[in-house]
């Protein structure tokens, strides 16, 4: 028994398809007209915890500011040093400004962000730090979606959309801008542990602003099988991005690079020993002073992570790291 009959001709279906197609080409357009003229806020794609990082220290790095000492490198870098104990710890001599990012953003990446700040900044910097984790001087290859948002970033573009179907199609209808100059600046949450420590992604990208661009990783390190390969290396591919990098260290600034550490537990027999032949070939490539005192490891309870330092390590490596930084910096 049939309740109902539905008969739908051609001209009920476009009135349908009208209906939906109308207002998404209404949104699309006002979208684009507004990121066209300047009506909208600027591009903010603070819309996740990586993104918000990369967001924070593209903005940094292109404003004016008063850093004279400015530390570079992977989110080693930018979890294990505090910028503003750093600057205490040197007497308030040096105003260290932390532009540390991701691994995957690479020694590339890293230039662009320095040479930005120098063009915004011409004649301030007077040393650079440079801090990865021998992880990332495997020869790992840079993310493009990370380097595509930090040149949108300086671009002031709005980030493409991925090549899949869905990516262009949100590109198509605008969603890509209002994802990245509205919905960014709503609190959305951080996952697991980052979440439990900052709360939101505004909440992180204040904290950055008020520590001078440092974080912290809020995790604890437990000793596990399967937790990575402690047989680091350099590979022989980084010779030609650390001289990229070279060059975009601003005249007359003194280049300092530096691995940092690993937990003790995790690391080979023989770890000291290669860390030193790592970070000397390393220093030659970029024609840097190498920070051979820093600590190649150090107790597991300061971990986060295998290549991060929880918030009490960072505040004892920041401390060494001052140490070891004194007789770079009498000598500038």
Same mark, same amino acid.
């Given at each position: 028994?049939?309740?109902?009959?539905?008969?739908?001709?051609?001209?009920?279906?476009?009135?349908?398809?009208?209906?939906? !197609?109308?207002?998404?080409? %209404?949104v699309a357009a006002l979208m684009r007209l507004g990121a066209m003229t300047g009506l909208w806020p600027s591009p903010w794609p603070a819309l996740d915890l990586e993104r918000t990082i990369i967001t924070h220290?593209?903005?940094?790095?292109?404003?004016?500011?008063?850093?004279?000492?400015?530390?570079?490198?992977?989110?080693?870098?930018?979890?294990?040093?505090?910028a503003i104990k750093l600057r205490q710890q040197l007497g308030g001599r040096y105003r260290p400004l932390n532009l540390g990012t991701f691994m995957y953003v690479g020694f590339n990446g890293y230039a662009s962000i320095l040479a930005r700040y120098n063009d915004v900044n011409p004649g301030r910097v007077r040393v650079v730090v440079l801090l990865v984790h021998p992880e990332m001087l495997r020869g790992i290859e840079p993310v493009s979606s990370y380097l595509l948002l930090l040149s949108d970033l300086y671009a002031g573009t709005d980030p493409s959309g991925p090549s899949s179907v869905h990516g262009q199609l949100c590109g198509l209808l605008g969603l890509n801008i209002f994802e990245s100059r509205f919905l960014g600046r709503f609190p959305l949450p951080l996952p697991g542990q980052y979440g439990r420590f900052?709360?939101?992604n505004l909440d992180l990208y204040n904290y950055m602003e008020r520590t001078r661009g440092s974080a912290v990783d809020p995790h604890q390190f437990v000793p596990a099988p399967g937790q990575g390969n402690a047989e680091y290396r350099l590979s022989p591919t980084l010779e030609s991005v650390c001289l990229a990098f070279r060059s975009a260290i601003p005249a007359g600034a003194k280049l300092l690079v530096g691995l940092t550490p690993v937990p003790e537990s995790f690391a080979a027999p023989n770890y000291p020993g290669k860390a030193r032949q790592i970070l000397h070939q390393c220093g030659q490539w970029l024609q840097a002073d190498c920070l051979t005192n820093l600590p190649p490891t150090l107790p597991d309870a300061l971990?986060?992570?295998?290549?991060?330092?929880?918030?009490?390590?960072?505040?004892?490596?920041?401390?060494?790291? !001052?140490?070891? %930084?004194?007789?770079?910096?009498?000598?500038?």
């Open positions: 028994m049939k309740s109902h009959e539905y008969e739908v001709n051609r001209s009920d279906l476009v009135r349908l398809a009208a209906r939906v !197609a109308v207002p998404m080409i %209404l220290q593209a903005y940094a790095s292109r404003e004016p500011n008063d850093s004279d000492l400015v530390l570079t490198g992977d989110s080693s870098c930018l979890m294990d040093v505090s900052y709360g939101f971990f986060a992570s295998t290549t991060h330092l929880n918030q009490q390590g960072c505040e004892t490596y920041t401390a060494i790291l !001052a140490e070891c %930084l004194e007789p770079h910096l009498q000598a500038k």
